[in-house]
């Protein structure tokens, strides 16, 4: 079983986490119909590190970025997906 090194938690095992979605910026309320679409149902399927927002739901439950290997499995970073107040 893989496991992941949540930064709030440390090293759990991957059952205790929920996959969200690939990281992908979240169009305005304001976005055209299309640009929601995208957003929805339409999935990138790359071949290699991929960004993912992951949920510690049995955990500190926190939404985390996971970038993963996607042929590999290799966890290549973790991080609180939560934005900063620079960013904001
Ligand atoms: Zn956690």
Redesign the pocket.
Same mark, same amino acid.
């Given at each position: 079983m893989q496991q992941f090194n @949540?930064?709030? @938690? !440390?090293t759990?095992d991957q059952s205790?986490f929920t996959y969200g979605r690939e990281v992908a910026p979240v169009p305005a309320l304001d976005a055209s119909p299309a640009d929601w679409q995208r957003f929805v149902y339409e999935r990138d399927n790359p071949c290699g590190a991929h960004a993912e927002w992951w949920h510690?739901n049995h !955990? @500190?439950?926190?939404w985390?970025e996971i970038v993963r290997d996607t042929l590999t499995h290799e966890v290549l970073e973790i991080k609180a997906a939560r934005r900063s107040k620079e960013r904001a």
């Open positions: @949540c930064p709030f @938690c !440390g759990r205790e510690h !955990g @500190c439950r926190q985390l």
